[in-house]
């Protein structure tokens, strides 16, 4: 192979790359379903959480770690480490992760939510309040 065609090979090959690296930024990763119940309002050591994002952080740490399960609860092979769940909670007090009404939903109840993750995001919505 020339050294020409070899570029535009590669050239080509990282195009493709890009290109895809774009279009899966969007892409579904998947999702679980949990309840948020009244044991995740509260941390491991037992004081009150304050706000969405760490209830549902709690409600993954009381599945993987804690192993304190609602019968609603699904699994989830993401947010298995404390880390994870970190990053978990960093993208939930993002812009667009829920909606005023979820907050509310999860802060003042026991809802059934669903959690889509993406890439870089997750969305979570109210199954049943």
């Not at 192979?1 to 895809?20: D, P, W």
């Not at 549902?56 to 769940?85: E, I, L």
């Amino acid at each position: 192979m020339t050294v020409s065609k070899a570029m535009t090979v590669a050239v080509l090959a990282a195009a493709t790359t890009l290109g895809a690296g774009a279009a899966r930024a969007d892409d579904m990763l998947g999702s679980y379903v949990a309840r948020i119940s009244d044991r995740d309002h509260r941390a491991s050591d037992g004081y009150p959480l304050g706000s969405a994002a760490q209830m549902v952080r709690q409600d993954r740490a009381n599945w993987h770690k804690f192993h304190r399960r609602d019968s609603d609860d699904h699994g989830d092979p993401w947010f298995r480490s404390d880390g994870s769940r970190a990053d978990l909670q960093r993208m939930l007090e993002r812009g667009g992760a829920m909606s005023n009404a979820t907050r509310r939903a999860i802060v003042n109840g026991e809802p059934l939510i669903e959690v889509d993750i993406y890439p870089d995001r997750v969305r979570v919505s109210i199954v049943e309040d």
